[in-house]
């Protein structure tokens, strides 16, 4: 379908669906300098979008960067490693550490109980 018909569909604006699209929110584009074609999984990706933003408020660019952060692995390292200097994240050894100690806790003999 045509983005105006997409748009209507979705309670949205065709100027919506295009910056969704330029942010990587929408499945490939296809042939540049064509018209846009609008499929299902073209709208369901758009609904699944628009709802995870409004349940979790946060901005469609903030998406897209989640996204991001999920593809690239350099991208997701780097936000890890935020993750840990803030205190929002357990870094891997820390997590390892606590394990240890629980299985050392729960286990009987001289470390445990």
């Known amino acids: 379908m045509r983005i105006s018909a997409a748009a209507a569909e979705l ?6 669906l295009r910056y969704r699209e330029s942010l990587g929110l929408l499945p490939g584009a296809g042939e540049p300098g064509q018209h846009r074609r609008y499929e299902a999984p073209d709208l369901a990706a758009a609904a699944l979008a628009t709802s995870l933003e409004q349940r979790y408020s946060v901005s469609p660019a903030a998406l897209a960067f989640a996204l991001r ?5 350099r991208v997701a390292a780097d936000v890890a490693q935020l993750g840990v200097l803030t ?27």
């Open 87 to 113: 205190g929002r994240v357990m870094a891997p050894t820390r997590a390892l550490d606590f394990d240890q100690w629980k299985a050392e806790r729960l286990l009987p003999g001289p470390r445990g109980r």
């Open 69 to 73: 952060a999920l593809a690239d692995p």
């Open 11 to 16: 309670g949205t604006t065709p100027r919506m």
